[in-house]
């Protein structure tokens, strides 16, 4: 509880907007480049990473509510919500043990939160949206489909073929501002420690 | 979109003078019952007999229209060729060369599309009528913490600035010789240098925000004042709770609907 306390303290949230931002401004900046990627949970995974688990997930839940409000689409955003509390959660984890110290660990819990992403969504796309996401990335559930596979196994596929990519670039550019900043910034964070 | 409300369309309607939790319960409802309601069409019914003439009213359905088809086309698009023509089993309709389309996939991907279709316009609705502070102090006087809100509405108000503050990297690193076209590799090397100086700028901006709240007592605890006055009626406290028990009249339906053929 007293952890707890610590960790929502003033300065983590007014870092969750700052966070929130990020997450949309760099996944314009990936949009502008035409990448294969989204890279739109970086600010929730710096968040989880210097503020803790449960803050980390907070930042994912509103940063998918709000992506809703901002561009008027609720479809691929407020129903993954606990997707994006799992990413922001997990990245807490893994920071715990201190995994965002060494640039590989960093990488593999990125991939590690990938997997778990995927496993998540599946079943929303399956259940929620009839197996579709509505993007290209429709193109390789229905080739999975083709094959003979069920239309989850499909969507789980669909997921693993962009997820652990996306979150291990994602946890590695996080790695790489940690290691850009002052600690005299970092020294903030609730979790500092973890980080530092 | 404008800033601190969100998509709200300013306009002077009974529908947008409502209190915000008649507005969101009322969108709640529609969507869930458009959702549980079995049938192919029960989607499309909610649609035209729940949110259509309520954004009439509120003179936004251009913009309810409008955005709605942008959201809704690619999902039909997936869905037709998803379900329709990769449906295992079923009766096929019509042989498009090594493909066929199928009937039960076909009404899948029917009733897929009437159920986002309902979603987005009913969301779109409450997001043109109503504006997200006066939804926020609503949802706290609700019970809602304030931090909750706050965070809410901030992050609505730094957005447009960071999105400027992106565009304003990017042109800064092409115009210094940051090659953002070409080859997979160029676009992916190019990633780092519009990344990084977003990220550090903005983080280092965090204490400075931290402080300012702290002035302000931001996290003294006790009852805090608003500037708003949200207005609430008798009547629009009977139809909340009326469309919130018909609601669970429907789930209740539903229920029993899957439950009785697994008990007999």
């Known amino acids: ?196 | 979109m404008s800033g601190t409300y969100g998509l709200y369309v300013v306009r002077q309607t009974g529908i947008h003078r409502l209190h915000p939790l008649t507005k969101l319960v009322y969108v709640l409802v529609c969507l869930l019952i458009g959702w549980l309601i079995p049938g192919v069409w029960s989607p499309y019914i909610v649609l035209l007999i729940g949110v259509v003439p309520v954004a009439l009213i509120a003179r936004v359905l251009p913009e309810v229209i409008k955005n709605t088809i942008k959201t809704a086309i690619p999902f039909a698009i997936s869905l037709i060729i998803v379900q329709g023509l990769f449906w295992t089993g079923g009766t096929i309709v019509r042989q498009l060369g090594p493909f066929s389309l199928k009937a039960e996939g076909l009404l899948f991907a029917i009733r897929g599309t009437g159920r986002i279709i309902l979603a987005v316009s009913g969301f779109l609705l409450l997001n043109y009528t109503t504006r997200s502070d006066e939804l926020m102090l609503a949802l706290s006087q609700k019970g809602l913490p304030n931090s909750i809100s706050y965070v809410v509405l901030s992050t609505l108000q730094v957005i447009p600035r960071f999105q400027r503050k992106a565009n304003t990297i990017l042109d800064a690193q092409r115009s210094r010789g940051l090659e953002t076209e070409g080859s997979y590799l160029i676009r992916m090397r190019a990633l780092m240098p519009l990344v990084v100086p977003l990220l550090l700028g903005s983080i280092v901006d965090i204490e400075e925000r931290a402080i300012a709240l702290e002035v302000r007592a931001f996290s003294r605890e006790g009852a805090k004042t608003s500037l708003l006055v949200l207005h609430d009626t008798r009547f629009q406290r009977a139809i909340r709770w009326l469309l919130m028990l018909g609601a669970m009249a429907v789930i209740g339906w539903r229920f029993y609907l899957w439950l009785a053929p697994r008990l007999a």
């Not at chain 1, 509505?134 to 596979?149: K, L, P, V």
């Open chain 1, 1 to 196: 509880m007293e952890r707890l306390k610590r960790d929502f303290s003033t300065i983590s949230l007014a870092m969750i907007p700052i966070a929130i931002a990020i997450n949309i401004a760099v996944g314009q900046i990936v949009k502008a480049l035409r990448l294969p990627l989204y890279l739109d949970s970086i600010g929730t995974v710096f968040v989880g990473a210097v503020a803790g688990p449960w803050v980390g997930a907070l930042t994912g839940l509103l940063s998918n509510i709000i992506w809703a409000i901002i561009f008027g689409d609720v479809t691929n955003t407020v129903p993954y919500a606990p997707v994006a509390a799992a990413i922001g959660f997990l990245a807490g984890v893994f920071s715990k043990y201190g995994w965002f110290k060494v640039w590989w660990k960093a990488v593999l819990g990125g991939a590690i939160t990938g997997v778990v992403a995927s496993l998540l969504s599946a079943p929303i796309t399956f259940y929620l949206f009839g197996g579709v996401v509505g993007t290209g990335m429709d193109i390789i559930t229905a080739a999975f489909r083709s094959q003979g596979m069920s239309m989850l196994a499909a969507n789980f596929l669909q997921g693993l073929a962009t997820d652990p990519l996306d979150k291990a670039i994602s946890f590695l550019i996080v790695y790489l501002i940690l290691r850009a900043l002052p600690d005299r910034y970092i020294d903030r964070f609730s979790r500092a420690e973890d980080v530092r």
